[in-house]
Nanobody, 125 residues
């Protein structure tokens, strides 16, 4: 599976951005698809993900009510609408996809098998 991320950029606090991630290759193996982020000097952290078949979503507490994930199964693409952005949302955002495994925890970095290139999101105060 190959992942290509689009979107990102620079906005002022309170603004909005939209990220998208298109999957290609063995897309039938995708079980979860979502986003992590990494700020300078910090570890990569879970942001948001969607269970590919059912559409069940999972959000980090820090983005609940502000970020929304959606998917287009026909295009093998996920979208993240990021509203009410804060300076602490500044990070490199990585798209990721996980294949099925028993007991998979969708918020864990370690279960994601495939990663896209990062895209920078910068929120200024």
């Amino acid at each position: 599976v190959q992942l290509q991320a689009f979107g990102g950029g620079s906005v002022q606090a309170g603004g909005s951005l939209r990220l998208s991630c298109a999957a290609s290759g063995r897309t039938l193996s995708i079980y979860y698809m979502g986003w992590f982020r990494q700020a300078p000097g910090k570890e990569r952290e879970f942001v948001i993900t969607v269970k590919w078949n059912s559409g069940t979503t999972y959000y980090a507490d820090s983005v609940k009510g502000r970020f929304t994930i959606s998917r287009d199964n026909a295009k093998n693409t996920v979208f993240v609408q990021m509203n009410s952005l804060k300076p602490e949302d500044t990070a490199v955002y990585y798209c990721a996809a996980a294949s099925y495994r028993l007991g998979i925890l969708p918020t864990a970095h370690s279960v994601y098998d495939y990663w896209g290139q990062g895209t920078q999101v910068t929120v200024s105060s």
